[in-house]
């Protein structure tokens, strides 16, 4: 783990806000296995194993992502029954299932020491992040979490990281953010915080827009931003 003083750092850090999929649990997958089950189920269409094309973004994106790549149809009735039968899916064959990213207790525990502020902030529905804290016995760790809600766009846009920030009463440039896909770094970047990717989901070439790429979190030591 690094503990050298990260060279010409201007911020002054208060609050880490973590992404859910990718960064706290190792979810991604399941997600994808349930959206597959639903569009065998409903249109005999096999979507495959490949996710990356969706991460960061909304049920709804996903919908109209695999709608354009498979030339389907959907009224919004039919969409939002798709986005719940997802839901429930992916709380049936995610259950007991899902582990943690490793390294993620200590990544926590450092903030914790230097007394900073932990949110949550993800694309997924509040339901999904809560029940993947639950799943991983994190539920309690966080001062806030942040979903995906009516009146907020989804990443790349930054509206989920700047409610995130409101949320922990800090101002965004007092935020380290870690995320795992390229739409999450865009967001957070947009929302003016510093981005530390880590590559669970995508090759480090693929994340280079943030301003730090990680392969574990045993390279990360928090206290060299102090």
């Known amino acids: 783990m690094k503990s050298d003083k990260v060279q010409g750092f201007k911020y002054h850090i208060s609050a ?3 992404d859910c999929d990718g960064v706290i649990v190792d979810s991604e997958p399941l997600s994808c296995g349930a959206w597959n089950i639903v569009f ?28 354009s790549q498979f030339n389907l149809s959907g009224s919004e009735e039919k969409i939002q029954y798709l986005i719940k039968l997802k839901d ?9 299932k899902l582990a943690k990213v490793p390294g ?14 932990i949110g949550v902030a993800s694309s997924g529905s509040l339901t999904k992040i ?4 639950k799943q991983v016995s994190l539920e309690g760790s966080f001062d806030s979490i942040t979903g995906a809600e009516e009146g907020l766009r989804s990443k790349p846009f930054p509206d989920i990281f700047l409610k995130a920030a409101k949320q922990l009463n800090v101002n965004p440039s007092e935020c380290i953010v870690i995320e795992d896909t390229p739409a999450g770094i865009t ?3 947009q929302a003016g915080m510093y981005v530390i990717a ?3 989901s995508f090759p480090k070439n693929a994340l280079d827009i943030s301003d730090q790429v990680i392969e574990s979190y045993t390279e990360l030591a ?5």
């Open 88 to 96: 429930q899916v992916y709380l049936e064959i995610a259950e007991n």
């Open 104 to 117: 993620i207790d200590t990544l926590i525990d450092q903030a914790r020491k230097l007394k900073w502020k």
């Open 198 to 200: 880590i590559t669970t």
């Open 40 to 67: 065998d189920q409903e249109y005999e269409v096999d979507i495959g194993t490949s996710y990356e094309a969706i991460m960061g973004g909304t049920s709804r994106e996903s919908v109209k992502h695999y709608f």
């Open 187 to 189: 967001a957070a970047k």
């Open 130 to 133: 809560q029940f993947n804290l």
């Open 16 to 18: 880490l806000i973590l």
């Open 222 to 226: 928090l206290s060299s931003f102090t």
